[in-house]
């Protein structure tokens, strides 16, 4: 099967942390026997790069003979669309079906406007992946969508003694990590409460502070994770936030907001879980998690997200969708 793979977001030099679950399921997919093509439009360089790639795609799937498209993001999907001699899949990836809030959790105009352009996007494919039943809800007037969050490779992110860890990254062995993994500046992921919940515990005499780890490669991402003692997630939307996922494959505890499919991957891990997106909530969730002093039972919770198991349920769809385009 021949697979024309279409992403706005993909791993570089300049941006090592960019889109890596993209390419860790696209390697899942090669490892499978799908022979794979990648177009990157680099649309964070200029919005004429959507421009370019809807004259660029249907030339270059005739010409890699593509069996079938796949699309990653609602942007990406609607340029995909132009190909129309075979089929298109499409993932969605969380704030282009959910929305992008600002600092006060309203959702932009121009955030509005994606969500539309995303929509469109769904109903032109023959197949749609989201990451959460959130996502999901979306998009009922679209018949085919499968709920597949993005997988997470156990080899990369596996659990580390926490004081190697920080020794590896010059982290000093004292005091409580309190883990923010997303940039602060970014409205949607919610810093002014992780701060707030950093002020109380000081406040309190715990010995913690809180570290912002963003823009990293997943190698140092994990020893990161296995550095701290509590990822903090108190974002106003998400899909199904793979930091999570990885927090838990290294059994870090995490405490979330009420956000994508968090509760469903918290179910049953302790210590850690969802939380009121509220000060207090959060600090005294927080607080039983460095109280209890111990690693979480995340990974065993994870397992059924390993890389090639979800690789092997979006093979399935793609050969669903292929046969029902040979049905005459």
Known sequence: MKVLVVTNMYPSAERPHWGAFIRSQVESLVALGVE????????????????????????????VGADLVHAHYGLSGAAAAAVREVPLVV??????????????????????????VSRLAARRADAVIVKS???????PEVAEVEVI???????????????????????????????FAGPPEEPRKNWPLAQAVESRLVAR?????????????Q???????????????????????????????????????????????????SPGGVAAREPGAFTEAVEQVLASGTRSNGR?????????????????????VLARRQVP
């Open 133 to 139: 039943e959130e996502m999901r809800r979306k998009i």
């Open 91 to 116: 993932s969605f990836c969380g704030d282009d079906l959910l929305g992008r809030p600002d600092a006060h959790g309203h959702i932009t105009p121009k955030s509005r406007w994606l969500v539309s």
């Open 149 to 179: 969050p993005n997988g997470v490779d156990l080899s990369r992110f596996q659990p580390l003694a926490r004081d190697e860890a920080r020794e590896r990254l010059g982290w000093p062995r004292e005091g409580a990590v309190l883990l």
């Open 36 to 63: 794979t093509t990648l177009y990157e439009i680099e649309g964070w360089k200029s919005t004429t790069r959507y421009a370019q790639a809807l004259r660029d795609l249907p030339r270059l799937a005739r010409h």
């Open 300 to 320: 065993e919770k994870v397992l059924p997200l390993e890389l090639s198991a979800v690789a092997r349920r979006i093979l399935a769809l793609y050969e669903r």
């Open 219 to 269: 190698t140092e991402l994990a020893l990161a994770m296995n550095a701290a003692d509590v990822l903090l997630l108190p974002s106003f939307h998400e899909g199904s936030p793979n930091v999570v996922k990885e927090a838990l494959a290294v059994n870090l505890p995490v405490v979330a907001a009420p956000v994508g499919d968090c509760a469903e991957r918290l179910r049953g891990v």
């Open 205 to 217: 005499g715990r010995a913690v502070r809180l570290v912002a780890f963003h823009g990293r490669p």
